[in-house]
């Protein structure tokens, strides 16, 4: 099935001419430069000369990793949410797995579950800038059950900020990942209730209406306090990933991410390794399906 969905995708790309970048965008297309600053426990990203981070990522030794404050492209609004009360247990833009081995590592995130072992800046300035954390997650007694390596690039381009992850979990024991309807990649705007916001994905479908749905890419857009326009996180599945297309949680307050562990059980053995790609689009404004879709076609071309 997935095969036939990449090949149909390729198809697609070579008959509608998807691969060429739209005109509009390349002539905005500018050289931003990045620049990382590491202090204790958080990595900051600026802009070169910039005074205020645009991007914060914070790696305490005994707290699940997290982005949180992610400004605006245009560095009008905070579109990122921590600890929120509808879910305390969200925090930002993060990775938290269900039922690795029966233990839920979404819903808990502080010491007894997460172990740091290194947070470090990879590429330090440039176009891209990169960093990476690591991290050790415990079973119920404390072992080690599974290693987390999150590879983090950013990059702003035409106007948009682009973050793209790399995930990879190394098994130190036999792994069975439990069906669930949410785990992995999270993504938490600030949303309270009233606001005027919006989840839809690549084949159309809005808010629940997507939940559990298969689709190559999922947008979550609303209100931002100090804007009169959307603030957008969208997410890019990648068709290396095993569960592509992968299905979506959409919970009732907009809360966005890809969850392979929807699909059902999935297993690792011990010393294997699972890889799990995508790229998430901030950006303002707003982007037709088409527009979303073109950009989504240069993501693939890239990997």
Known sequence: MRKIIILLIL???????????????????????????????????????????????????????????LMAPDGKGILTQYRPSHHLHQTGIYWGLKLVNGRDFFMNWR??????????????????????????????????????????????????????????????????????????????????????????????????????????????????EGRDDMGHIMIFDNPGNKAFPTPWRTDSQLGLGPSRQIMGDWKLGKGETEVIRYRLVVYTGSLTSDQITREWVQYVKEF
């Open 11 to 69: 198809v697609f790309i070579r008959i509608t001419g998807y691969s060429q970048v739209p005109e509009s965008i390349a002539a905005t297309n500018k050289k931003v430069i990045l620049q990382l600053v590491q202090k204790d426990t958080v990595i900051y990203v600026f802009r070169k000369n910039g005074k205020d981070p645009i991007l914060t990522q914070v790696s305490k030794a005994d707290n699940r990793p997290y982005i949180h404050p």
């Open 111 to 224: 010491g007894d579950y997460y172990k740091r072992v290194s947070a470090n800046i990879i590429t330090g300035k440039g176009q891209q800038v990169k960093w990476q954390t690591v991290y050790d997650l415990s079973d119920e007694k404390g072992v080690n059950c599974l290693t987390e390596t999150y590879n983090w690039t950013m990059q702003e381009r035409n106007g948009q900020f682009l973050l793209d992850l790399e995930y990879r979990g190394e098994a130190k024991m036999d792994i069975t990942f439990g069906k669930f309807y949410v785990g992995g990649l999270f993504v938490r705007m600030p949303w309270h209730k009233g606001i005027d916001g919006d989840i839809v994905n690549a084949v159309g479908q809005h808010n629940t209406e997507a939940e559990a749905q298969r689709a190559i890419w999922a947008d979550v857009g609303m209100a931002i």
